[in-house]
């Protein structure tokens, strides 16, 4: 076959999904010569397999051949594509802006009213310092791309619009554009492969940002009938910090650890940037998992992150350094380059307070997470403002404690959040325990039963504590082989597979001194004499079919 008919028999196969295909058929394009349009539909190729550095080297070829065959639009498109992946797999937005800022010049060089025109205004309008000016920018790109037919200048200028919004708070109007976007994404409108992995992206930090479960998870169930029928992968290294956040607030632990980890040892050489991100989200999950320790281990030296002021303040309200915790959530509070929901960090603040026996301070801090649920109505910020008051209602023995505290259970349950709603549902016992004191029973049991499945231990041990207080039925104990915990089952299934503990701490993002701390632990509840026996243990119940 000629070059040519090559290359166009790689973008049927590239269009179609099958990446492997492509890739045959633009190296075989490039075997009979080379072109611009072959190496860019090798890189396309390359990134959609999941070969991010051979799909760089492919489209710096492609730019270059681009450039020698004169050719300034299809260079700047390819320059386009570098900036995605650099930033958005590696985290590496110095680069990221370097080929934003080539594609720019080269776009530029079509001149006049056209749809290049219409790249460089939005291009222009992310990089202005001044969200304001910024959002009065992006719709002259909406528009261009709408009167040259372009659906995909169209819909990427649209979601970052509705992602703009979203940041300066005018949250339903810009997340209605962002849906927008999405839809004509899956209804196979956009093609570029940038644009669709930006507009999942740029949902993806809108939800985590404004704590919006349920949308994540409606777009979440798109993207993946998406992926599958056009073998995409519509989450990105970057986008999975954002989504790993979201899957922590929905209480899918499990799956938000798979994202973490899965980004970390992704970014682990390539992007230091991208690790910490990541990082300090896992962090976050442990500290909410009630493994403080290890929250602290992936902390180190990551406490002055931007996303790291949660899990930071709480870990030390956790291990009592309240007045510490206090400091950093009104430090973090005061500055204006707060990057995580603000909500978030006004109800631990609340927490805080009534740890330290401030009922003042607490709602103070309660009073305007009720105005930040006036001014941003969500039901995630409607659940923290009532749960916050119902709190220090029932710190101050004042107002109606159990109304709160039930309009925090149904706004938590509208969110989709589990884990908070089980943390509702035990303050609402305590609000009960006086006058109801058998309702306060059974609403301590079903949250603990809840924090049991959902493995929130710390939340667990509190609801036990509590259920035992009221003359409720005490807790047997922790359920799985013998009475290990899920860590401590972790480690014995990698024991099973033959890994050292050095091993074992790289696999698990633990220091070696706590995989030894574990592995003792567990020998010691299964009545095991080695980490030989451990591991044959661990053969024998593989063998078996029983998970732990």
């Given at each position: 076959?000629?070059?040519?008919a ?8 590239f269009?179609s999904?099958d ?13 009979e010569?080379?072109?611009?349009a ?25 730019y ?10 299809g ?12 930033g958005?797999?590696f ?11 080539r ?13 290049e ?25 909406v528009?261009i ?5 372009d ?13 703009m919004l ?5 949250v339903e109007?810009?997340?209605?554009l ?19 992995e ?9 939800c ?11 777009w ?17 290294a ?23 980890t ?20 896992l962090?976050?999950?442990r ?11 992936l ?8 996303y ?33 929901p603000?909500g ?10 009534l ?28 659940a ?13 023995s ?20 589990p ?22 029973i ?14 929130a ?9 509590l ?12 359920k799985g ?20 503990n050095p091993?074992i ?10 995989v ?10 299964l009545g095991?004499r080695s ?8 053969t ?9």
């Amino acid at each position: 076959m000629s070059h040519d008919a090559l290359v166009d028999e790689g973008r049927a196969a590239f269009r179609s999904g099958d990446g492997a295909a492509a890739r045959r058929a633009f190296e075989a394009a490039l075997a009979e010569r080379e072109s611009g349009a072959a190496y860019e539909g090798l890189g396309q190729a390359h990134y959609v397999l999941g070969e991010y550095q051979p799909a760089i080297s492919a489209y710096e070829r492609a730019y270059a051949t681009y450039r020698t065959e004169g050719e300034a639009l299809g260079a700047g498109n390819v320059a386009r594509m570098l900036a995605w992946v650099h930033g958005g797999v590696f985290g590496d937005w110095v680069v990221q802006n370097a080929w934003m800022g080539r594609a720019r010049s080269l776009l530029a060089e079509a001149g006049g009213e056209s749809v290049e025109h219409g790249w460089v205004e939005m291009i222009d309008a992310l990089s202005e310092s001044d969200r304001d000016r910024c959002i009065e920018r992006l719709p002259t790109a909406v528009a261009i791309g709408r009167r040259f037919g372009d659906a995909d200048l169209e819909f990427d200028a649209l979601a970052n619009l509705g992602l703009m919004l979203v940041v300066v708070n005018r949250v339903e109007e810009g997340m209605l554009l962002v849906d927008e976007a999405l839809a004509a994404i899956c209804a196979g409108e956009v093609e570029d492969l940038p644009v669709i992995e930006g507009c999942f992206c740029g949902m993806f930090l809108a939800c985590e940002r404004t704590q919006d479960v349920v949308r994540a998870e409606q777009w979440l169930r798109a993207a993946e009938d998406l992926a599958n029928r056009r073998r995409l992968r519509t989450v990105s290294a970057f986008c999975r910090t954002h989504y790993g956040g979201i899957l922590t607030a929905a209480g899918r632990w499990e799956e938000a650890e798979a994202s973490l980890t899965e980004t970390a040892r992704l970014t682990d050489r390539g992007s230091p940037a991208m690790r910490q991100n990541a990082l300090v989200r896992l962090a976050d999950l442990r500290v909410r998992q009630g493994r403080l320790e290890e929250a602290g281990q992936l902390l180190e030296g990551l406490d002055q992150h931007p996303y790291a002021v949660r899990p930071v303040a709480a870990l030390q309200l956790a291990t009592g350094n309240i007045a510490q915790a206090r400091e950093t959530l009104e430090r973090a509070l005061r500055s204006d380059a707060v990057e995580i929901p603000v909500g978030s960090l006004l109800a631990l603040l609340v927490d805080v307070h009534l740890a330290a026996g401030e009922l003042e301070e607490a709602a103070g801090a309660t009073s305007q997470l009720e105005v930040l649920a006036e001014e941003v109505p969500s039901d995630y910020h409607r659940a923290a403002a009532a749960l916050a008051r119902g709190k220090v209602c029932l710190a101050s023995s004042s107002g109606d404690a159990q109304l709160c505290l039930e309009g925090a259970l149904t706004a938590f349950s509208r969110a989709h959040m589990p884990v908070e709603r089980a943390r509702a549902r035990l303050e609402l016992a305590k609000a009960l325990a006086e006058e109801r004191p058998e309702l306060a029973i059974a609403e301590a049991t079903i949250a603990l039963d809840d924090l049991e499945r959902l493995e929130a231990a710390r939340d667990a041990d509190a609801a036990a504590a509590l259920v035992r207080s009221l003359g409720g039925p005490a807790r047997t104990g922790p359920k799985g082989v013998g009475s290990l915990t899920q860590r401590e089952a972790e480690v014995l299934d990698l024991l099973g597979h033959g890994l050292s503990n050095p091993e074992i701490g790289e696999r698990l993002f633990i220091s070696r001194k706590t995989v030894e701390h574990h592995v003792g632990r567990l020998l010691a509840k299964l009545g095991l004499r080695s980490r030989a026996e451990a591991a044959a243990y661990a053969t024998r119940q593989a063998a078996e079919g029983i998970r732990d």
